[in-house]
């Protein structure tokens, strides 16, 4: 059965880090391109940052900067470093699976609160 | 960036209506293109992907079709299971995802 498992989120002040990760079972992982996508409460869906299968890493211009995202494929691990968060980053964070873009597995997420 | 662009925002049917959702993408993206169900609570599941092709598992009532810039996601006899919001989502620059902005499917 294939598995995505979050965990890392909570509540942190703004201008705080937090690093999430991801962890993988029941599919070959280092074959997949890995993605963060978020949403806010009541809102759509929005990509965070993706790792190909080599480690190559990208980012919209939203989180650019302030996000890394890496992996470790010999513990089938995904990871999300937050940096300089805001309020806007306020989202449950997905992790997903995708081949050619499309996202065939997702995690069920973990909620980061940004707020004072 | 390419922008997703779906409508209507919502919709309210009743069971055995047929729903036609439509997603325009900023610039042609050829195929590449997916629909997701998300109901309340859940992550977002993979319905179709590359633009009319069901994934293992998904109803046939669920169907898919076109290419380049417009592209609509039809449901042939809506079941009381199928309410939920569903996003289409361009892969033409993946890794590189965007979104529409959703349509939520309601009871009438």
């Known amino acids: 059965e294939v598995q995505l498992v979050e965990s890392g989120g909570g509540l942190v002040q703004p201008g705080g880090s937090l690093r999430l990760s991801c962890a993988a079972s029941g599919f070959t992982f280092s074959s997949y391109d890995m993605h963060w996508v978020r949403q806010a409460t009541g809102k759509g869906l929005e990509w965070v940052s993706a790792?190909?299968?080599?480690?190559?890493?990208y980012y919209p211009g939203s989180v650019k900067g302030r996000f890394t995202i890496s992996r470790e494929n010999a513990k089938n691990s995904l990871y999300l470093q937050m940096n300089s968060l805001r309020a806007g980053d306020t989202a449950v964070y997905y992790c997903a699976a995708s081949r050619l873009g499309y996202l065939d597995y997702w995690g069920q997420g973990t909620l980061v609160t940004v707020s004072s | 960036d390419i922008q997703m662009t779906q409508s209507p925002s919502s919709v309210s049917a009743s069971v055995g209506d047929r729903v036609t959702i439509t997603c325009r993408a900023s610039?042609?993206?050829?195929?590449?293109l997916a629909w997701y169900q998300q109901k309340p609570g859940k992550a977002p599941k993979l319905l179709i992907y590359a633009a009319s092709s069901l994934q293992s598992g998904v109803p046939s009532r669920f169907s898919g079709s076109g290419s380049g810039t417009d592209f609509t996601l039809t449901i042939s006899s809506l079941q009381p299971e199928d309410f939920a919001t569903y996003y289409c989502?361009?892969?033409?620059?993946?890794?590189?995802?965007?979104f529409g902005g959703g349509t939520k499917v309601e009871i009438k």
């Open positions: 790792i190909g299968t080599a480690g190559d890493p």
């Open positions: 610039q042609g993206i050829s195929s590449w």
């Open positions: 989502q361009q892969a033409n620059s993946f890794p590189r995802l965007t």
